[in-house]
């Protein structure tokens, strides 16, 4: 595309989106493409901005490829349990159970300060500080536990993964188990999103599906008054 100028970037970018391989020629994924393209859309408009170089916003026409790679696996707790069991490290034992009962991440589960009866996230995914409440069941858990490398956490959470038939599933997924059981205990989305640090009401929405006991509560509410 060398030579093109950046009010072609649109047509760019479609023709980037249908021409694009990886070395072996197969089809780039979905998200590969739109964070490629993103790359350069933000180049443009950089140059657009800061140098002049065009005489309006060349990405204002560009659009991405659609990604949908949300997860939804949810464990329960027995679920927890099993792993925990399986589990031959006792940190990361302790950091299974706080990721159910929180919905932290591994990474904030690893940083987090202990302030009474909360988590206190000084810096989280967002670039906002966050404060998780500590569940009476991991009470313990949260005042005994100290950081360590994230690896050895992984790798045992791995093996009692496996050993527990819990195949397929993610670390990560115990923050979707925590706002599973969340919501299946009706507690509304918004409260849902703050405790898992959401900045955006629609990271929170991918769960709404969960609601249905609370929805139709609301609809048979309908013509009461």
Not at 100 to 128: C, H, P, Q
Not at 155 to 184: C, I, T, Y
């Amino acid at each position: 595309y060398q030579g093109r100028s950046l009010d072609e970037l649109a047509q760019v970018c479609k023709l980037y989106k249908l021409k694009a391989t990886k070395a072996d020629g197969s089809r780039l994924s979905a998200a590969t493409l739109r964070n490629r393209i993103r790359y350069l859309t933000s180049a443009c408009r950089h140059a657009w901005r800061e140098h002049g170089l065009c005489a309006h916003d060349p990405a204002a026409s560009v659009t991405v490829p659609a990604v949908r790679n949300e997860r939804h696996i949810y464990g329960t707790r027995a679920d927890m349990l099993a792993a925990c069991r399986q589990c031959r490290n006792k940190k990361a034992r302790m950091a299974i159970r706080i990721a159910f009962y929180s919905g932290m991440r591994l990474g904030e589960i690893l940083r987090a300060k202990v302030r009474g009866n909360t988590w206190v996230l000084a810096d989280t995914k967002n670039g906002s500080p966050r404060i998780v409440p500590i569940h009476p069941k991991v009470a313990v858990c949260a005042r005994r536990f100290t950081p360590c490398p994230k690896i050895t956490i992984q790798r045992a959470w791995e093996g009692a993964r496996d050993r527990a038939g819990l195949h397929g599933m993610h670390f990560h997924d115990w923050r979707h188990s925590a706002a599973s059981a969340l919501v299946n205990a009706g507690v509304d989305l918004y409260t849902v999103g703050r405790i898992l640090g959401h900045k955006d009401s629609r990271s929170t929405a991918r769960y709404s599906h969960l609601a249905v006991d609370t929805l139709a509560a609301a609809v048979r509410r309908i013509g009461l008054n």
